[in-house]
Each structure stands twice: as structure tokens, then as C-alpha cells.
């Protein structure tokens, strides 16, 4: 296997590419349990001086809100005609938040979005579904370790 350290605990060998926090970062056996596993680096097998990657792990999905979320809250708000307090009061949020959410200025949490949705009757979230594709599959079977380049061109594929 690639020397490839853990990026967390910095002791051991990374087994695995996992999502902490909104990072993406290399991790050993251990620290790769507080984490959402991306993909495995274990399943790679050694030909002579080259890594090869031997299987890819399913594509991760994710839940993300919606680009638009402002406009569907605020033309939602206008529909029901009820006043951001109350609604701030069902779903037992702040209306200073609220008013931050259908203005643009914040992005919900997906749990906050999950209550407006149910009390709004809107669709502010997404699974989106990740792939993260090593560079391995791009150099003909020889394993490097994934770049930040690789990571973001994974991002801007499933946009």
C-alpha cells in the first residue's frame, strides 16, 4: 500500500479516505471510525513497485440544500400569508434566523431546512450522490494519493 499517513493522528498508515466534519481527509483504521468513509485505500493490491486500486467503493450520497432555498421559503411564506413569527414559533427556531434563511444571508442546517419543509410544504432538500474517483483510475492503474484537484473536479461533477 501507498505511504500515506494518517492525517489526523499522524502515527499510522491511512487505510481510508473519510469525510470529517466537511473535510476530506486521510485516516488510519482508528480514526476513520469518526468518520463517514468515502472510499477505502486497503483495497489495493502491490504489483512489483506499483499500487493498483481493485475495487471502487459505491458512490456516497449526501443530503445538500437546494441552491434556490431563499426564493422557495419566501415565495412559500407569501403562499401560506402567515407571519415569519409564527412559522419561527412552529418550528421552534429563531424568527431573526428565519428572516436570515429567506433572505439568502444563511444557508439552513439540513435539520432546519427538514422543518420547513414539513411545515412549508416545500422541497429544500437534496440527496446528491458523490463520486469520488481516485487517481489511480486516471493513470492507467497506478495508485497516487488523491489530490485537492481530484476532489474538487469529484464536487463539480455532481453539480
Known sequence: MADITCEICGEREAAAIVLIEGAKMAACRGCARGGKLIYRLEDTETRGNDVVVKEYRAPIEQEE???????????????EKLPLEVIAERINERESYLNSIEKGKMVPTVM??????????????????????????????????????DILDAQKKKK
Open 65 to 79: 440544500i437546494v441552491d434556490d432555498y431563499a426564493e422557495r421559503v419566501r415565495k412559500a411564506i407569501e403562499k
Open 112 to 149: 432546519v431546512a427538514r422543518k420547513l419543509e414539513k411545515e412549508l410544504g416545500i422541497k429544500l432538500v437534496e440527496l446528491v450522490k458523490e463520486n469520488i474517483v481516485s487517481t489511480s483510475e486516471k493513470s492507467g492503474g497506478k495508485f497516487k494519493e488523491p489530490t485537492l484537484a
